[in-house]
């Protein structure tokens, strides 16, 4: 098992945030944001990855504003999730 953490900052945002996770083990490492109707609105396929920390920016310019979740998927399962929230 790999332990994570996830996490996005600012949140609420306007329309950039940077989303922060981190895992313990060498992983196969997804983010998927999907909206509050299921649907993956984005997508980030970040290969296998060393243990530590990671930050990656996501510009939510094309999206209404809502509520949104974004998953950690470590190894082809959900390790983590967390709301992330667009208001402009």
């Known amino acids: 098992p790999v332990n994570t953490t ?3 900052q600012p ?3 306007n329309t950039t945030t940077v989303v922060s996770y981190s895992i313990d083990n060498p992983a196969q490492v997804e983010l998927e944001i999907y909206s509050l109707l299921g649907e993956v609105v984005h997508r980030v396929d970040a290969g ?3 243990a530590g920390i990671y930050e ?3 510009n939510a310019s094309n999206l ?3 509520i949104y979740m974004c998953h950690l998927k470590i190894n082809g399962t959900t390790a983590n999730s ?3 929230i667009i208001a402009r």
């Open 6 to 8: 996830l996490s996005n």
């Open 82 to 84: 967390v709301k992330m």
């Open 64 to 66: 209404p504003n809502g």
């Open 56 to 58: 990656l920016p996501f």
């Open 11 to 13: 949140n609420p945002f």
């Open 48 to 50: 296998v990855q060393q």
